[in-house]
């Protein structure tokens, strides 16, 4: 077989300055939301952070699971999967506005004195939820997943070079079982504190394990519209099939029942309980004008997904798919809408600043993804499961 | 087609899955449709090569998914609204996120069973005899062989043309396949 190269194509390079254009002038635009009012500002761009955190962190966790399971499916995306971790140095830039201005409009429940006052927390929350334990905790979890990126990353990097070397195989793979369960432990620690301590009266335990669940679903499906786009041009037009998209939407369809599950969980266990400082969490968010917004997710975030994931003619569709996928990405932004916003007003409306932070933050990050996609060959060359993965089954 | 029921077919062996996938294609552009192979374990490709339709398994297992958890939900709803009404811990009587995991559970249930017992209905098994294992090497098809039958019920079935063919495909051995 002739060498390949797989080097990005041109269209990577005109994804990657739109993107960062769109960003930029989006991201100018909401920094005067965020002078005007920085009440409203905040609680967006957590929600906001928190998708583009999602395609980060889960590529991350999918990037450990191809390590440890070895599928055709994540040869095809390992490389983009890669990318797409290597953006947690933006996603540590892009966490600085909460660090510095954004806690104190956001956490108020446990940063303000007079809140404190009029609903005390425990001991214990006392001591755990304070300014300095939050951006010390937060420097842990990004030093998890920073060291994590590193470590994957670079060995996959000399793979490409030493390509007879069967012990870096071995080695990634040996590290993958105990990354996943860092990043996870990192992720579910980093929900409770940047996210469930909004309303710090309430608990779940299975908080964490509903980010995780999530980020894996955002993160397949940004990899399905990704492959698909690259597909459209050398060299990646020669390399995907139907089979690899017909795997890709097997573990979509996988994902989604996975966080309904886990969403469903929580939800039963509280409604059976039904115990006052539990049951606040939904009775804000399943009422009035966020039950709304409850049933738009409950339909388009699970039901409709669901039902179109299970046909195996859809899911090789190169058409269909990336659209199902976008939709799902789109939806996952609704979902951190419902899950945060509640805690701020009781108006399920969308501000433009809801609109426009997604695509300030959205296209940052395209474009850092898109950078960081040209700077490795497209599929891993050093794989030993490559050319099995690539094969064309003559029909 | 009367004349030949004595004879299945003609079962051609191959020594590889190559060779075989080969075969197969050579006969399906031949015109012969009622053919069958038969491998030691699945060979990629194989499926599409034979022309084989899509079947049914996916519908029934759907169709079995549905009845179980509408089944499931069903029940449920029937026994704690209308066969026996209870007050538990002051919740409605169609207390619906409860019923959930149980109707999660037989949709499992009936999508499965459908599933196998639909497959099995399909491929109409079990089937203790079958008309190959007249042939004595046969028994090397749960091994090292790859064999590819050329049904008598063909349009285009004819002993010696059928032997002959297959013989110029390369095939080790080419028996004919006693119809008992």
Not at chain 1, 256 to 271: G, K
Not at chain 1, 272 to 292: A, C, K, M, Q
Not at chain 2, 11 to 16: G, H, K, M, V, W
Not at chain 2, 24 to 40: L, S, W
Request: glycine fraction near 6%; hydrophobic fraction near 50%; charged fraction near 15%.
């Amino acid at each position: 077989m002739a060498e390949q190269q797989y080097s990005a194509p041109e269209s990577v390079t005109r994804l990657e300055q739109r993107a960062f254009v769109v960003g930029a002038v989006a991201l100018g635009l909401a920094a005067l939301g965020a002078l005007r009012s920085p009440e409203t500002f905040y609680p967006s761009y957590l929600m906001s952070f928190l998708l583009v955190l999602g395609l980060a962190l889960g590529s991350l966790g999918l990037v450990m699971l191809q390590h440890l399971t070895s599928g055709h499916w994540g040869i095809i995306i390992r490389r983009p999967l890669e990318s797409a971790t290597r953006t947690l140095p933006l996603l540590v830039v892009l966490f600085l506005p909460i660090a510095i201005s954004g806690m104190k409009h956001l956490y108020r429940a446990w940063l303000d004195p007079e809140e404190l006052h009029k609903e005390p927390l425990s001991k214990f929350q006392q001591g755990y939820l304070t300014h300095n334990g939050y951006l010390v905790r937060a420097l842990i979890y990004f030093a998890v997943w920073l060291a994590l990126m590193f470590i994957f990353n670079g060995l996959s990097k000399q793979q490409d070079t030493n390509r007879e070397d069967r012990a870096l195989r071995r080695r990634l793979k040996m590290l993958a079982g105990p990354g996943i369960i860092l990043y996870v432990f990192a992720m579910s620690f980093a929900a409770i504190d940047w996210v469930m301590s909004l309303s710090p009266h309430w608990a779940s335990t299975i908080y964490g394990f509903l980010f995780v669940a999530g980020q894996l679903v955002s993160s397949m499906s940004f990899m399905i519209s990704t492959v698909v786009l690259l597909a459209r041009t050398e060299p990646f037009s020669n390399v995907l099939q139907a089979r690899h998209l017909h795997d890709l939407g097997k573990l979509l369809l996988a994902f989604v029942m996975l966080w309904a599950y886990f969403d469903f969980s929580q939800l039963l266990i509280i409604w059976s309980g039904n115990l006052p400082e539990e049951i606040t969490f939904y009775r804000t968010r399943l009422y009035g004008e966020w039950g709304v917004v409850a049933v738009i997710v409950l339909v388009f975030h699970f039901f409709v997904p669901f039902f179109l994931l299970l046909s195996q003619d859809l899911k090789r569709n190169r058409k269909v798919l990336p659209r199902i996928a976008m939709w799902l990405i789109l939806m996952r932004l609704v979902d951190l809408f419902w899950m945060t916003r509640p805690e701020f007003t009781s108006r399920a409306v969308p501000t433009w600043l809801d609109l426009l932070l997604p695509i300030a933050l959205g296209g940052l990050w395209l474009g850092f993804f898109a950078f960081n996609l040209k700077q490795c060959p497209l599929l891993p060359l050093g794989d030993p499961g490559l050319a099995e993965a690539i094969k064309h089954h003559e029909h | 087609m009367e004349q030949r029921s004595h004879i299945y077919g003609v079962l051609a062996e191959f020594a590889t899955p190559e060779q075989l996938l080969e075969a197969v294609k050579k006969v399906r552009e031949a015109g012969y449709r009622h053919i069958d192979a038969f491998t030691p374990f699945p060979v990629e490709g194989l499926y599409e090569a034979m022309g084989l339709k899509r079947n049914n398994v996916p519908l029934i297992t759907l169709l079995g998914g549905l009845a179980g958890g509408i089944g499931g939900f069903g029940f449920q709803y029937w026994v704690n609204t209308l066969a026996y009404p209870m007050n538990i811990g002051g919740r409605p009587l169609n207390s619906w996120p409860a019923f959930i995991p149980v109707t999660f559970e037989l949709t499992v249930l009936g999508a499965s069973l459908c599933a196998v017992f639909g497959m099995l209905a399909l491929n109409r098994l079990p089937h203790p005899h079958h008309p190959v294992f007249n042939v004595h090497r046969f028994k090397h098809a749960s091994s090292d062989r790859f064999f590819l039958c050329i049904e008598s019920n063909d349009a285009k079935f004819h002993v010696e043309e059928c032997a002959r063919f297959l013989h110029d495909l390369h095939a080790h051995h080419v028996t004919e396949v006693a119809n008992d």
